[in-house]
């Protein structure tokens, strides 16, 4: 098993990073439209699979964003976040003052969310980075922060 990373092209950045998958090789393949490219992946066994499939797994799983930075000149509010997805996700925020420290400055866990509807913060929600950690959904689509002043 190894460690797997995403270049975002258009960002010059690495995105995520996955661990614990076998693959050995990728290669993406253009079918001409957004809806018709793939991921073509090898593992060590040889066996040659295609991302995204079309099988539902019974796998838990779970999204950890980079930190992301909410303010240039420092500590900011988060006043709410929103979801648009399918399942019953767990999401836990996580506010940091500094984006390589290792312990978050706020956390909160929000469960029982509707999709496509705002979720406020409480008012102590302060900080320069902000990062999420999603589990136990189906489907993600899409995730909004409104941010506010210090």
């Known amino acids: 098993m190894q460690t797997v990373f995403v270049f975002n092209v258009r960002r010059g950045v690495i995105e995520s990073k996955y661990t614990g998958l076998d693959i050995q090789r990728g290669q993406p393949l253009s079918g001409g439209a957004w809806l018709k490219n793939v991921l073509v992946l090898l593992d060590s066994n040889g066996l040659v699979t295609e991302y995204p499939g079309s099988t539902i797994t019974t796998e838990t799983n779970r999204i950890k964003t980079a930190r992301y930075r ?18 019953n996700p767990t999401v836990k925020v996580k506010i940091y003052n500094h984006r390589f420290s290792s312990t ?6 929000l469960t029982d969310l509707t999709s496509e509807k705002w979720s406020l913060l409480p008012s102590s929600f302060k900080g320069n980075y902000v990062e999420f950690d999603i589990t136990n959904f189906t489907e993600l689509k899409g995730i909004f922060a409104e941010i506010g002043g210090a």
Not at 78 to 83: A, F, G, K, T
């Open 104 to 109: 978050a400055t706020r956390e909160i866990t």
């Open 70 to 87: 909410l303010n240039e000149t420092g500590n900011v509010r988060l006043n709410r976040v929103m979801l648009i997805y399918s399942g």
